[in-house]
């Protein structure tokens, strides 16, 4: 059985290499293979309504759906309170390990408040796997490069009917001709998911804020306690409206990073398999692999740190300045 | 010159220069954090999470070039 399977593998992987190679190197006679349609703004696909149903709206749900169902599968012995849930196996003990490890590495950075804080790890570890998963999801072969023809004004480029399938090659034409607008495309292309993860997460670090220090917390951004040194206290207190600033810098740093990085990766995939479609891909999708896993990590360690100095007393920080 | 030239221009200068201060950033944070797992090797992990955190720091500052590139080649 199993060596059938593998059969079967080699042959399909073949049979890409082959198609990939006719399609690459025979069928454009002459023409020269152009650089992929790239644009920021998600392709609207269709409309429920008014409602504008783009690409990326429909991957970010699709990973949800994926999330939901593994969590739901990888957590089912245990809700039946199966006595085999105690020794995990497969899915489960995947997910108990990843947990296990985010919740080891906000143990660092948040000490003995992770478990003061209702949901923190909740929200932490929502944050790490949607992000993981929507970064990686852009691997899979067919995102970017499956799509609807659709004719464009301007910088178009030919189009090739091949059977029941229409191919989308150089020269680019400066007045008329065709572009593709992908079905599929990684969530994070789009600045909007980058954007609400961010405002989610900084809003949240504002909620823990104040769960833990009350009123007080408001001290960091109006310090009128600073008054109380005399006159120079007016710079306290400028100083500490200035922080106002940075949580809105927070936000457009957050969503852009990420926005930045995932956008960034999908046009090098796309170069790369352009510019030397046989091998050199393979190693820039290594690359993506690393960056998703590293960009979904900042994330949250981030955000866990952020929420880390919303903690800290504002008395804190005067002790330190008396000292000083 | 054209607007299409001086707008690859700009993207290509954006991105060039936005890119030396982080590409110093990022390699000042390496060695400090290869020096500080070569001193007291058993505090590996903890060094190398705050320097990939201390590594995206930097990279942000590249990462705005890099839109800023982006929006000057496909939006304006």
Known sequence: M??????????IVLLLCGASFYVGAFNAEGAKFALPHIQMAPEVLFYIGSFPVSNTLLVTLGVDALLIVAAWASTRKIRSGDEAALVPTGLQNFAEWMYETMYDASLNVLGDKLEKLPGVITLLFTIFIFILFANWIELVPGFDTIGLVEEVEHHGYTLSEWGPIALIHGPVLEEGGYTLKPILRAANTDLNVPLMLAIVAVVMVQYYGVYYLGKSYFLRFFNYKAFSHGATGIFEFLASVLEIVSEFAKILSFSFRLFGNIFAGSILLAVMAFLFPFMAPAAFYFLELF??????????????SFIAVALSEHGDHEEGHAAA | MTPDVMRLLAAGLAMGLGAIGPGVGIGLVGLGGTQAIGRNPEA?????TNMILAIAFAEAVAIYALVIALILLFVV
């Open chain 2, 44 to 48: 590996g992990g903890v060094i190398l």
């Open chain 1, 291 to 304: 960056v998703g896993f590293i960009q979904a990590m900042v994330f949250m360690m981030l955000t866990a």
């Open chain 1, 2 to 11: 199993k060596k059938i399977g593998t059969i079967v593998t080699v042959l």
